[in-house]
């Protein structure tokens, strides 16, 4: 049978079985979201960010990469796939319609979008998604004009999802349960002569032991000299003694991910790495008695700043404070909506979360990173990890 034959057949047995949460739930979220297009002077979204996507109907897949989008109206919500995602739209998505075009002809893309959106005459768009195809975007103003397209989308829909409901918080609890299960696994093992990639592996066995769906990231372990330079990962590296090994693990629940650092120090840290230590945790109060409603994320980065600034000269930190965190999709679970940085003038909210990724590295030497995810709410910011801020 083709994709359409199939879909029919699986929607008669399994139809939204794997929805992540009630209708009711995305009945309220598409009801704020055609609040906020009709303020916005916007007749019609185009959305194919994954997160966006599964924030408004659910839909979830690990393969992300293939083109896919969301047509939202006033009265309608298309969804549109490649045939190899027909099963997980029909039975994860709650959608008026799913409309299917063959894998390996992504022209089969455009006309049934142009036929969808020709009606509309304010159609928004998130000109900053990765997942916004070049050539998608042009074939379709070619077809129905430039004029018809605005770029305020991606605003509208970071909007919205930065502050949580009661569910996406009860998903980022249990997420941050599961990360702490992983990360006290992986610190277990840390002891001289263990390679990072032993490290990371028992760290993902927990992770999945305990209930984490695929991740959006990978469990990131880095030991010694290498955890001075950012971004790096696991590669058959062998501990040291008395090298401080860097953990940054996030588990999926639902999609949704509170990640957490620890550092653990095979043998004894040294008097400077406590200091390293101990000026996170003095960056992350700063952090938190800023992170307030009514507060700006500007006056928390400064905050931090301010904190970091005796060390500035020879402590490198990528200059993000906190970044918010919920529903994500490979490769990274940084949700994107929000930045906690200096310039950043939006005000903190309740029921927003963010990761506060304190990371400081001295180049070439080491680094020390410890971390929370945190709710604000309206007396402040809450951890919901559980980080102790003790070098393990």
């Given at each position: 049978?083709?994709?359409?034959?199939?879909?029919?057949?699986?929607?008669?047995?399994?139809?939204?079985?794997?929805?992540?949460?009630?209708?009711?739930?995305?009945?309220?979220?598409?009801?704020?979201?055609?609040?906020?297009?009709?303020?916005?002077?916007?007749?019609?979204?185009?959305?194919?960010?994954?997160?966006d996507?599964?924030?408004?109907t659910?839909?979830?897949?690990?393969?992300?990469?293939?083109?896919?989008?969301?047509?939202?109206?006033?009265?309608?919500?298309?969804?549109?796939?490649?045939?190899?995602?027909?099963?997980?739209?029909?039975?994860?998505?709650?959608?008026?319609?799913?409309?299917?075009?063959?894998?390996?002809?992504?022209?089969?893309?455009?006309?049934?979008?142009?036929?969808?959106?020709?009606?509309?005459?304010?159609?928004?768009?998130?000109?900053?998604?990765?997942?916004?195809?070049?050539?998608?975007?042009?074939?379709?103003?070619?077809?129905?004009?430039d004029t018809?397209?605005?770029?305020?989308?991606?605003?509208?829909?970071?909007?919205?999802?930065?502050?949580?409901?009661?569910?996406?918080?009860?998903?980022?609890?249990?997420?941050?349960?599961?990360?702490?299960?992983?990360?006290?696994a992986?610190?277990?093992?840390?002891?001289?002569?263990?390679?990072?990639?032993?490290?990371?592996?028992?760290?993902?066995?927990?992770?999945?032991?305990?209930?984490?769906?695929?991740?959006?990231?990978?469990?990131?372990?880095?030991?010694?000299?290498?955890?001075?330079?950012?971004?790096?990962?696991?590669?058959?590296?062998?501990?040291?003694?008395?090298?401080?090994?860097?953990?940054?693990?996030?588990?999926?629940?639902?999609?949704?991910?509170?990640?957490?650092?620890?550092?653990?120090?095979?043998?004894?840290?040294?008097?400077?790495?406590?200091?390293?230590?101990?000026?996170?945790?003095?960056?992350?109060?700063?952090?938190?008695?800023?992170?307030?409603?009514?507060?700006?994320?500007?006056?928390?980065?400064?905050?931090?700043?301010?904190?970091?600034?005796?060390?500035?000269d020879?402590?490198?930190?990528?200059?993000?404070?906190?970044?918010?965190?919920?529903?994500?999709?490979?490769?990274?679970?940084?949700?994107?909506?929000?930045?906690?940085?200096?310039?950043?003038?939006?005000?903190?909210?309740?029921?927003?979360v963010?990761?506060?990724?304190?990371?400081?590295?001295?180049?070439?030497?080491?680094?020390?990173?410890?971390?929370?995810?945190?709710?604000?709410?309206?007396d402040?910011?809450?951890?919901?990890?559980?980080?102790?801020?003790?070098?393990?």
């Amino acid at each position: 049978m083709d994709h359409n034959a199939y879909r029919h057949a699986l929607s008669a047995q399994l139809a939204q079985s794997e929805l992540p949460f009630a209708p009711t739930e995305f009945a309220a979220r598409l009801g704020r979201t055609r609040a906020a297009m009709h303020d916005a002077g916007l007749d019609a979204l185009l959305l194919t960010d994954p997160a966006d996507i599964f924030y408004l109907t659910g839909y979830h897949t690990f393969e992300v990469s293939v083109h896919t989008a969301l047509v939202v109206t006033d009265d309608r919500l298309v969804l549109q796939v490649p045939s190899i995602e027909t099963g997980p739209a029909v039975v994860t998505a709650l959608v008026d319609e799913i409309i299917g075009y063959l894998w390996e002809d992504i022209d089969a893309v455009i006309d049934p979008l142009a036929e969808m959106l020709a009606p509309y005459r304010a159609i928004g768009l998130d000109l900053y998604a990765a997942s916004l195809r070049h050539g998608v975007i042009r074939a379709l103003q070619s077809r129905l004009g430039d004029t018809r397209f605005r770029d305020d989308g991606g605003t509208l829909m970071d909007g919205l999802r930065l502050v949580k409901t009661e569910a996406e918080l009860a998903c980022l609890r249990e997420s941050a349960r599961i990360t702490s299960a992983g990360l006290r696994a992986a610190e277990a093992l840390v002891r001289p002569g263990t390679t990072d990639n032993t490290i990371a592996a028992e760290g993902a066995r927990a992770l999945l032991a305990e209930g984490s769906e695929f991740m959006s990231l990978q469990p990131i372990v880095t030991t010694g000299q290498r955890v001075g330079t950012i971004h790096v990962n696991y590669k058959r590296h062998v501990i040291g003694q008395n090298e401080p090994v860097f953990l940054e693990f996030g588990a999926a629940f639902q999609r949704y991910t509170a990640p957490m650092m620890r550092t653990a120090v095979a043998g004894q840290p040294s008097d400077e790495m406590r200091r390293i230590a101990g000026l996170c945790r003095t960056m992350f109060e700063a952090l938190c008695a800023e992170m307030r409603p009514g507060r700006s994320f500007d006056d928390a980065a400064r905050a931090a700043e301010a904190a970091l600034a005796p060390h500035a000269d020879t402590i490198f930190f990528s200059g993000v404070f906190g970044y918010s965190v919920g529903a994500q999709f490979p490769p990274s679970w940084v949700e994107g909506t929000g930045y906690i940085a200096r310039g950043q003038m939006r005000l903190f909210e309740a029921g927003m979360v963010f990761h506060l990724p304190l990371c400081l590295r001295v180049p070439g030497q080491w680094g020390i990173g410890l971390s929370d995810t945190v709710l604000i709410s309206g007396d402040g910011a809450t951890p919901i990890t559980d980080n102790s801020w003790c070098l393990g």
